[in-house]
């Protein structure tokens, strides 16, 4: 069965600093991973996605993720964190076989400190 | 604007009484979905759409029931709503996973408490 992991509930990073937040996947085939941010009562928006090709992938807000298929993940990256980067982050996977659902992590949240 | 609404925004009810959640999108995306947030478990899918007619179970999908009567719209109906079902309700759209890749679009969000 497919499945993500978000290993940290929380993540706290001084602004200025380089942020990571973890995912790891687990399917069976290639996946299609994406990353979604979720800010204070609002619904998730799409930040970027790895499809095929290049393994670092560039997204909105200067966010960049780097899909690493021997450790399956797929961790989220910005070299220079902003107080407004704070929010609450989901990673996801869809498995390419017959049952194309997509499959959440169960997020992390993310405080910038200034 | 590109964009899927709900209504309502917040809603709270008792045990019991049927409520609808509406969704509606402007993006003419075949493929609609409900998902349900709680802390500590992330996004749960309840019921999506493949097409108008075409719906099917997600991971939770008990105490819900769907309908796909037009493209745009995906009501989410509680018959009998619980308090086990108090949570934060999100519709998504998109082209659907024939698609390559494809995004999802997520509406505001509904915040349900049923007392």
């Known amino acids: 069965a497919q499945s993500v992991a978000q290993p940290e509930d929380q993540v706290n990073v001084a602004e200025g600093n380089p942020l990571t937040v973890k995912c790891t996947y687990s399917v069976s085939g290639n996946p299609y991973l994406f990353w979604y941010v979720q800010y204070p009562n609002r619904g998730l928006q799409f930040l970027l996605k790895?499809?095929?090709?290049?393994?670092l992938v560039k997204g909105s807000y200067g966010f960049e993720a780097e899909f690493n298929k021997s450790q399956t993940s797929f961790h989220l990256k910005k070299p220079s964190a902003l107080v407004s980067d704070s929010a609450l982050y989901f990673c996801a996977v869809r498995a390419l076989n017959r049952d194309d659902k997509i499959i959440f992590g169960k997020g992390t949240r993310l405080h910038i400190l200034p | 604007e590109a964009q899927v609404t709900q209504n309502p925004r917040y809603l709270i009810t008792v045990t019991g009484k049927k409520l609808t959640v509406t969704c509606s999108q402007n993006?003419?995306?075949?493929?609609m979905s409900w998902y349900r947030q709680d802390p500590g478990l992330g996004l749960r899918q309840i019921y999506y759409s493949m097409n108008v007619e075409v719906t099917d179970k997600g991971d939770v999908p008990e105490g819900y029931k769907v309908s796909r009567k037009e493209k745009r719209n995906f009501p989410l109906i509680l018959e009998s709503p619980s308090p086990n079902q108090t949570s934060l309700y999100f519709c998504?759209?998109?082209?659907?996973?024939?698609?390559?890749?494809?995004?999802?679009?997520f509406g505001p969000g509904t915040r349900l408490t049923v007392l």
């Open positions: 790895y499809i095929t090709g290049d393994n």
């Open positions: 998504a759209s998109g082209r659907g996973p024939q698609v390559r890749g494809d995004t999802q679009y």
């Open positions: 993006m003419n995306h075949e493929y």
